[in-house]
């Protein structure tokens, strides 16, 4: 692949998988490895880019950035992180839109590595289950910590709750800045890229105008 061609993937969203591109040995290794090799070549990083490593203020920067990644930025990444979403019988035989909002998204773009930071405004109409509000905030950080597409990111998330919740009747939008688009390339800062999910129900228009009717004041 040539450096155009690189450009060119950079500055699209293609993806082929709701699923995250991962290696089928992700997780051979522990933490603890991933964090010592990630270090090792960030410094090296960080030397071609001419820094001093012995200066007080840069000699802890490597194994800082490699645990941020492997234990903060990138946790979702690892399955055994995934929260457990823990419904419950829909005993009120409550059949209106549930709306979770401004679930706040703190991601990473995958083509660059710049943060993708916005919100996700969720609803469900139940059926025989309904799900504890905070499961959903749990989910979107789990699958927003992880290199992404906003396009994967808010599949990910629907199939998710509608596997759980055992309803097509899920809509997920993402209200959400891009930093890469922000400060290089075109560099604009008042932009933000807004996606929508959904199923069942949703896929009538008065349905969906519903959503977004309680939504629309606060998209990002």
Known sequence: MNKKQIEDIGDNHIGFSIKTPMLPN?????????????????????EELGLD?????????????AKMYV???????????KPKLATFENKYRYQKLIVEQNITIDS????????????????YVPKKKVIGLSKINRLVDYYAHRPQV???LS??????????????????????????????????????????????????????NEFLKIIKPQQI
Do not use: W
């Not at 997920?172 to 930093?179: C, F, Q, R």
């Open 26 to 46: 992700a997780f051979v290794k522990t933490d603890a490895e991933k964090i010592e090799t990630i270090q090792k070549y960030f410094g090296l990083i960080m």
């Open 53 to 65: 490593l012995k200066d007080d203020s840069l000699s802890g920067t490597p194994y800082r950035f």
């Open 71 to 81: 234990k903060e930025l990138f946790y979702g990444l690892n399955p055994t992180n």
């Open 108 to 123: 990473a773009c995958e083509h660059h590595f710049l943060p993708i930071t916005g919100h996700a405004h969720i609803a």
């Open 150 to 152: 906003q396009e994967r």
């Open 155 to 208: 599949i990910q998330i629907l199939k998710d709750l509608q596997d759980a919740l055992e309803t097509e009747d899920v809509i997920v939008m993402i209200s959400a800045k891009h930093l890469y688009v922000s400060s290089r390339g075109i560099k604009d800062k008042n932009s933000f890229t807004t996606t929508l999910e959904f199923g069942g129900c949703f896929e009538d228009e008065s349905k969906r």
